[in-house]
T-cell receptor, first 112, second 109 residues
Framework: NAGVTQTPKFQVLKTGQSMTLQCAQD?????MYWYRQDPGMGLRLIYY???????DKGEVPNGYNVSRLNKREFSLRLESAAPSQTSVYFC???????????FGPGTRLTVT | RKEVEQDPGPFNVPEGATVAFNCTYS??????FFWYRQDCRKEPKLLMS???SGNEDGRFTAQLNRASQYISLLIRDSKLSDSATYLC??????????FGTGTRLLVSP
């Protein structure tokens, strides 16, 4: 039981490049989330998916797209990376009626 | 004003000390409350949920005051391993959590 896994762990991009961050969970959770964490800003919600087939914007969705590929997987795509997207990205999942969020280990992204 | 506010610290305490953190939230419709712990460069992990009646888990005690809209965390007999950032988290409904920026705790020998 791996919990929530994320790939890659680290990534360096040049401005304008694109990439997809992958997230998978094996806990049969319905809801999945993408956050970014910046110094002094706390965790901010980018997008979330309440169930397979649905996605909704969070607090800071601009510059990102998501895909809920199936119940297990929720990917985050940066179409044209910008230096302002340098951050640590966390994926999380939650049970339907429970409230604890389980987080993946994070992806450290640097955009130069 | 941020929806969830915490003193960033750091709180520097010696081993064995008692330390308390507070957190205030602005949305009175918030439904549930948590403390998460985050170690340096790691993911957040649930420390404890916070109930209206207050709850205790070993050396940790959490309290909720809905009238004043604040949450507290008390750590007794601090250990070196308690050094971390403590995140106050509020569930405003529809499974959406709002995180505070965290309070950093440093426990020294």
């Amino acid at each position: 039981n791996a919990g929530v896994t994320q790939t890659p762990k680290f990534q360096v991009l040049k401005t304008g490049q694109s990439m997809t961050l992958q997230c998978a969970q094996d806990m049969n959770h319905n809801s999945m989330y993408w956050y970014r964490q910046d110094p002094g800003m706390g965790l901010r919600l980018i997008y979330y998916s309440a169930s397979e087939g649905t996605t909704d914007k969070g607090e800071v969705p601009n510059g990102y797209n998501v895909s809920r590929l199936n119940k297990r997987e929720f990917s985050l795509r940066l179409e044209s990376a910008a230096p302002s997207q340098t951050s640590v990205y966390f994926c999380a999942s939650i049970r339907d009626r429970g409230y604890e969020q389980y987080f993946g280990p994070g992806t450290r992204l640097t955009v130069t | 004003r941020k929806e969830v506010e915490q003193d960033p610290g750091p709180f520097n305490v010696p081993e064995g000390a008692t330390v308390a953190f507070n957190c205030t939230y602005s949305n009175s419709a918030s439904q549930s409350f948590f403390w998460y712990r985050q170690d340096c460069r790691k993911e957040p992990k649930l420390l404890m949920s916070v109930y209206s009646s207050g709850n205790e888990d070993g050396r940790f005690t959490a309290q909720l005051n809905r009238a004043s809209q604040y949450i507290s965390l008390l750590i007794r007999d601090s250990k070196l391993s308690d050094s971390a950032t403590y995140l106050c988290v509020v569930n405003r409904g529809f499974q959406k959590l709002v995180f505070g920026t965290g309070t950093r705790l440093l426990v020294s020998p």
